[in-house]
């Protein structure tokens, strides 16, 4: 009688914790590329009125998923600074919660929310995508350059669609909720400027590997 063959040796923490966040970024990737698609089909065909009923609470959820980043950086999970993890999340919950949400009268037929879950939807499908990848081993150069150079034109147009959801939702709430939507656009000026300059960091950190590997590769042919 043939001998059973030895179970397969249990994985390690850095094996769990790899496939953990495998799985994540994968089931992160797809639920914005559902948001992404929701908006670009249904935009031409009935315009910004049907946006929010077309995608606004999968959004919601699907952007609250995000909180567990906040997790993943405080345990080490990933690189992330938390303080700068905090504030991307953080920003992201309050327009989708207390924007959005409490609001939509004031915001959801804005074209500024469209273009707004444009800019998210977009830039996260590259992200997650390229962090799947990344976990595997193997990023193709196309996606590495979509992921440090979307961000130029896409963080831009978001953070300016959510500062004027946050303005039009302060106007509707009225005194003194208003008051304090205009204290949280006067913290977009520092803030966006420090998510800004610290994904421009990101992107001349990793452009520069990228020179020197081709540099390497030069050299050793």
């Given amino acids: 009688m043939a001998e059973r063959p030895p179970p397969p040796p249990p994985l390690t923490k850095g094996e769990v914790a790899k496939e953990y ?5 994968s089931i992160c990737a797809l639920l914005w590329l559902s948001v992404f698609g929701r908006v670009v089909v249904i935009l031409p065909i009935t315009g910004v009125e049907s946006i929010y009923e077309a995608a606004g609470d999968f959004t919601k959820w699907t952007q609250t998923v995000a909180v567990l ?7 080490g999970l990933v690189r992330s600074p938390l303080p700068t ?8 919950i309050l327009l989708v919660w207390a924007v959005v949400n409490q609001f939509p009268a004031a915001t959801s037929t804005s074209p500024f929310y469209s273009s707004m879950l444009i800019a998210w939807s977009a830039t996260e ?3 997650y995508s390229y962090f799947v990848l990344n976990l595997r081993g193997s990023v193709p150069a196309f996606m590495t350059w ?4 979307m961000f130029y034109v896409l963080y831009p147009v978001g953070i300016t669609s959510e500062a004027v959801l946050v303005w039009k939702a302060s106007e509707a709430a009225g005194e003194p909720w208003k008051f304090v939507g205009w204290g949280v656009l006067g913290l977009y000026v520092p803030g966006s400027y420090v998510l800004y300059t610290y994904m421009i960091a990101q992107r001349r950190k990793v ?3 990228k020179q020197a590997e081709r540099r390497n590769r030069a050299v050793t042919q």
């Fill in 146 to 149: 979509l992921r440090y150079n």
């Fill in 207 to 209: 452009m520069k590997g």
């Fill in 85 to 92: 993890t905090i504030l991307q999340v953080a920003s992201r």
């Fill in 125 to 127: 499908v590259v992200r």
């Fill in 21 to 25: 966040l495998t799985a994540y970024n």
């Fill in 69 to 75: 980043e906040i997790l993943h950086s405080a345990f």
